[in-house]
């Protein structure tokens, strides 16, 4: 569930006007509802959490925070106003404190435990400002300097205040005030030069400087395809640089190797992606990501951790290793100069292996975790985590399965103990699971130490407790005003001896009582009391229109006080007496708020095939034109050759799977492609051509009835109504002499035995053309949804050829309808394949009786 915080600059500069008299504050609004319209086209935006939080003080900066729903933070974004410092940092700091406001009472920063990829809240903080000069009460600030002390228990565990998976991106606003003569340049759209700018490059993000209202349009597109789940890593190279590689793609030691000269792909600052799993819709892992220090009974405290994880990669080709049944986690990196070098090399089938250092307890630089890899393809590069120093176990592993048998003897068990002394604790529970998994004995204790001491793990649950406090505090002022100043009042007397006949409101409201006037609904919040309900007497009265209390007869008193229950509580869609035109309006403030209703929606169901592309959301405008081709990232330009061919989510792949087995010392290599569904013909007899005996539908050697009756037994299906009701296994309707019943497996089909002369001639060619277009139709039927099949049959009824190649073409619609599971669609065509057959069979005996006849 993606989190989008929006950080509003609600300084009184943001007052200033664009050549188009709007100010910066209207523009950011505008910004905000635009990128929602832009978000809402995925389907996935369904589970999206929007924050909204401002330049005031804290905690009245949060306007919309964990609870509040979409409706409320757009009531909050449309009535913001400018006025105030420009308070930058402090507004930072309350944005990830709102954000991390829960990680520590759901334990997923995990700390002391290995960081796990799979344990994430993705998170996108959107600021925009006018990106002037940063003033505080202090005075003017030529830097950008956040808080150090925050209210949030725990915040001293992490150095900085932002976590892994969370990003800032900044819209920079620099439109003139008046208009530009000059022609806009098209192109990327540069970063900014503000503070704000390096603290978003720090996070993984960047900062936007616009300058027109297109260039803002195109940012929003920008940002709206940045919205991934995965987190942020610090990739840095250890040890000498790799030998440079030929053009035939083979080491050349001729070439110098430039070791000690920085390049931009010995650090990188990317995202890994964490791909949800399809099934469950969130992501799964087994291995985390070693920490930076041994965990020690002895340690008083947990040392604090840096946000983005420091790993470090050797460039020493190595072979990747990988065993039957052993569980690893595989991560997609975000394009950066070290993976288009990586890609450059052309070495699929060697690997990097990667460290954290001080992560094991007799090494300083630490075993290896996993490793970099290109992928087959070349289209994109993995981080492969694997257990801990998996060089040592995956030899170990395989000797216990394929040379002890799952009996090991006492070397070997010596051997695993001693790899079980450089691992450390936080990987024996994963480990655990995987043996269990792989079905080996227990070769691990189960009194499992996490490696902490008592004092460590009860100040992390004392932080816990406290953590929930602060949250309640926090959460119980979002939406409240901060205090006006206090100032002399003074109370004006001179009019108190008026009536109250005289008061304009009075007056007002006896004419809407008395039915002069139409009166004005206003909006009733049920929940303001809680466990409060207003029960209805009788619920079959409807409601009515407004009556003077006056001219209700006592009798129906009751009646009446039930209708007004009913009007109050608005059970009915309408009140009676009212313009039933007011059931289609909708308030301006209301009519773009989607989210709601997408909220009210069930979940959509699980795609049949993963691997097809996924269908765009076209709400608003259904002739929307995909803009993912828009890149305009300066990091991206970069990006050239075969990287530029990276898979996108959801995209299938146009390979076949292959799977290249070897031993442990040469482990099989990871199954990484998927064969995509549908582009391959079963038994491949339909690519076949036609047989050359094939002339015409009354070709020789096929008797005219023959022809005909088989036609009827395909239009007897959908012929008179007979088309399959939802829900059962009948079908409906028809003639009184063409039934089929699927629960007594009979079927009765009586058709005339007429022959019809056929004068088209169609050429074996056009037979196979015809042929390929309805395979391709029969494929698309098959896996729309429901039960309505009267198109299936009328293609097959179309197939040209004699009777095996109708009787091929219904077997194969048979095989696509039982990957669907089609169950009712199968026993359906059971009946005519079974129809076929007694027509070959018919046939074989006529031909049969003719041949003695003439001998």
Known sequence: MPILLFLIDTSASMNQRTDLGTSYLD???GAVELFLKLRARDPASRGDRYMLVTYDEPPYCIKAGWKENHATFMSELKNLQASGLTTLGQALRSSFDLLNLNRLISGIDNYGQGRNPFFLEPSILITITDGNKLTSTAGVQEELHLPLN????????????????????????RLPGLASTEPEQLGSVPT????????CEVTGGRSYCVRTQRMLNQCLESLVQKIQSGVVINFEKTGPDPLPVGEDGLMDSSRPSNSFAAQPWHSCHKLIYVRPNSKTGVPVGHWPIPESFWPDQNLPSLPPRTSHPVVRFSCIDCEPMVIDKLPFDKYELEPSPLTQYILERKSPHTCWQVFVTSSGKYNELGYPFGYLKASTTLTCVNLFVMPYNYPVLLPLLDDLFKVHKLKPNLKWRQAFDSYLKTLPPYYLLPLKKALRMMGAPNLISDNLDCGLSYSVISYLKKLSQQTKLESERILASVGKKPPQEIGIRVKNHSGGGVSLTHSKNFRKLLKEIIGETAPRLAELNTKEFAGFQVGLLNKDLKPQTYRNAYDIPRRGLLDQLTRMRSNLLKTHKFIVGQDEDSLHSVPVAQMGNYQEYLKTLASPLREIDPDQPKRLHTFGNPFKQDKKGMMIDEADEFVAGPQNK?????????HLS???RRNVTVIPEVHEEKMENGQISPDGFLSKSAPPELMNMAGDGIPHNQMDSLSDD??????DGLIPKPGTNTLLGGSKKCSVSVEDQKVSVT???????????????MAQGINADIKHQLMKEVRKFGRKYERIFILLEEVQGPLSVKKQFVEFTIKEAARFKRRVLIQYLEKVLEKIDSHHHHLNNVNHINSRSSC
């Not at 900014?192 to 603290?199: G, L, N, R, V, Y």
């Not at 990276?646 to 146009?654: H, I, L």
């Not at 395909?714 to 012929?719: E, G, I, Q």
């Open 658 to 660: 292959s799977k290249r």
């Open 27 to 29: 523009i950011a609004k």
């Open 714 to 719: 395909f239009t007897s299906l959908r012929k």
């Open 150 to 173: 925050s209210p949030l228990p725990g915040s001293e565990l992490t150095k900085e205040p932002f976590r892994w998976d969370q990003r800032l991106f900044a819209l920079v606003l």
């Open 646 to 654: 990276v898979k996108r989510p959801g995209e299938a792949s146009s």
């Open 192 to 199: 900014d030069e503000s503070a704000i700018t390096q603290m």
């Open 751 to 765: 058709s005339p035995l007429g022959t019809v002369p056929n004068t088209l001639q169609i050429t074996p060619a």
